[in-house]
């Protein structure tokens, strides 16, 4: 059975642009939950091919990678193994990583009252992204154009909007403060809560590689090498991401969430820069150097809201590309047929988003351009099919405008000197120039896996056919009847309130808009005063309300400008 590559919303079809005509409207969520044969690739995405081990590896691999894909992969897993039958409430599992995977895989196990146990290297939950100040996280934009942009999530766990890193980190972490000892973590059969099951909280400086199997017991063994502590449990979910980055030996290399002042040089001139690597690390670094306006986030989300307006719409013709794509199997011939349409779709995009492109790029007075930016890939054309739509779209827009050029080679290092390979061909690269490496993971799970393993892995979850929006599991799937766990279906009106903070920084800070709860239950919605005016927001960005926040519905409430109104406190 096939499935189609999963929808960063996890199925619901709404768009995130201005224009509201264009949004779909379909029901709040979906009854069902997928066939046997979807929940079966779901499980088979998970590990190596013929692995009969029961570990379950949360991506890595998966196309498009992003934090809320990880957050949809991990309850495809939990859900197919809670819907399978493949865990019992005498299930001993053991989550590895408390990531964004890995958190969202341990609320759902824990609503449902599993016995699950959190372990994290670091200190604490979510220490890699923190002080990626330089990065800027959306929900959906990289699964544009199989499914809407919007900037809020609709998920039982961890909603966040699009924001700088730190700050979608912070939300995270207030909801998982939050939830920890309330109800998030609650059995729902029992009064007791899930602590005297098992550990409520992560056990943090826990470093786990796998150790050994025992197929009559069936038991895994996990072991921390720097405490000689073993861990045994029935079934293990690792959830720790791609691991150490290649950074070719160079130890000044800054990794991707580390900040590396790049977006400094992007406002000089007479910069030489090489970027080695077309996927989404290497082509958002790209961006950033040619882009000005993709230093404030939004913008590839601006990007797609400009090409859905007017009467010509090019969302079809790239999702007949994407999937033309996807059943090319040759990766260079792919690369080459995505250099070919492009060519052919970019004189076709409307004026208002030509005239955004064009506007954000960075040019001299004189008009041309400041920086020589070259980009490094291993195939003939910089676009691989992992990466981002939106991210190969504004790339190929910055190469027809000769903002940068692209060449196909590789990149090496040799005694501490950079060597660039092409065509047979070694030449050493100047030491004045920056170089930017951006080659994935040095040793993917190798506490886990054998490279060979990894290898199967990524072929599994890097297939054509992904995770399926069709194929997620409802929210209100996670969420039990008798949990005491606020469910937009059960308590749509607690739910409301337990958003609303959340709801309010995001309309304020984006739209400028004062919001509250307004509506009753069953049909709570945030209700936006359009005549109380945020400081530092234009009032003209209220026109351009969501319908949708978190799945709540939004409400403009117009009043004569006359009139005195008081503004909601700040959450």
């Known amino acids: 059975m096939g499935l189609r ?61 992003s934090f809320q ?44 009252g599993y016995k699950v146990r959190l372990y994290e290297r670091n200190s604490a939950v979510l220490t890699l992204q923190e002080g990626s100040t330089h990065r800027y996280i959306h929900p959906t934009v990289n699964f544009w154009p199989d499914t809407d942009a919007d900037r809020t999530t609709r998920l039982p766990f961890f909603d966040w909007y699009s924001s700088d890193c730190p700050n979608v980190i912070k939300t995270f972490r207030d909801q998982w403060d939050h939830d920890a000892d309330k109800v998030v973590r609650r059995d729902p059969r029992l009064p007791k809560r899930v602590k005297d099951l098992t550990q409520s909280d992560p056990l943090f400086e826990y470093d786990l590689k796998f150790q050994a199997y025992d197929p009559v017991s069936k038991r895994v063994s996990l072991v921390d090498e720097t405490r000689k502590e ?40 007479g910069q030489e820069i090489l970027i080695s690597g077309a996927g989404d690390g290497g082509l958002i670094d790209c961006l950033r150097l040619v882009y000005g ?100 779209l504004l790339l190929a827009f910055a190469l027809s405008h000769k ?20 065509k047979g061909k070694k030449t050493a690269v100047p030491g004045k120039v920056k170089v930017i490496v951006r080659h994935g993971p040095l040793n993917a799970l190798g506490g886990f896996l054998t490279k060979n393993e990894v290898k199967s892995l990524r072929e599994q979850q890097q297939e054509p056919e992904d995770f399926a929006s069709e194929g997620s599991f409802p929210n209100k799937y996670f969420v039990p009847a008798n949990t005491e766990y606020p469910c937009r279906f059960r308590t749509p009106g607690a739910f409301a309130n337990i958003r609303w903070p959340l709801a309010y920084r995001f309309l304020s800070e984006r739209f400028g808009a004062v919001t509250k709860v307004g509506g009753s239950d069953p049909e709570p919605c945030f209700v936006v005063d359009d005549v109380i005016s945020v400081p530092e927001v234009t009032h003209a960005d209220i026109a351009g309300l969501p319908e949708h926040v978190f799945g709540i519905p939004v409400e403009r409430r117009q009043r004569p400008k006359g009139q005195d109104t008081s503004a909601a406190p700040l959450p």
């Open 403 to 422: 903002a940068l050029t692209f060449e196909h080679g590789s990149l090496e290092r040799v005694e501490g000197a950079y060597y660039l390979k092409k």
């Open 230 to 269: 073993t861990i045994e449990a029935d079934l293990v979910l690792v959830a720790i991401g791609f691991g150490v980055e290649d950074n070719l030996g160079d130890e000044s290399q800054r990794p991707y969430w580390k900040d590396d002042r790049l977006v400094n040089l992007a406002g000089q001139e």
């Open 69 to 112: 894909s990880q957050q949809r992969r991990a309850l495809n897993v939990v859900g197919s193994l809670m819907e399978l039958k493949e865990i019992s409430s005498e299930t001993d599992i053991v989550i590895v990583g408390a990531g964004v995977a890995g958190m969202t895989a341990f609320a759902a196990l824990s609503s449902g």
């Open 293 to 392: 306006g993709f230093k404030k986030g939004d913008f590839a989300l601006d990007v797609i809201d400009a090409l859905e307006c007017g009467p010509y719409s090019p969302r079809e013709a790239f999702q007949a590309l994407e999937d033309d794509a996807r059943k090319e199997s040759d990766a260079n011939r792919r690369a080459e047929l995505f250099a070919e349409r492009y060519a052919a779709l970019l004189p076709k995009l409307n004026r208002s988003a030509r005239d955004l492109l064009e506007h954000a790029l960075i040019k001299k007075a004189s008009g041309g351009f400041p920086n020589k930016i070259r980009l490094l890939g291993r195939f003939s054309a910089p676009y691989e099919l992992g990466a981002a739509p939106i991210n190969r």
């Open 5 to 65: 590559r999963e929808a960063a919303d996890g199925g619901d079809d709404r768009g995130g642009g201005k224009d509201g005509d264009r949004r779909k409207k379909r029901s709040d969520e979906p009854e069902r939950v997928p066939d046997k044969g979807a929940m079966l690739l779901h499980l088979k995405y998970a590990k190596p091919a013929k692995d009969k081990r029961p570990i379950y590896y949360i991506g890595p691999f998966g196309s498009r990678v």
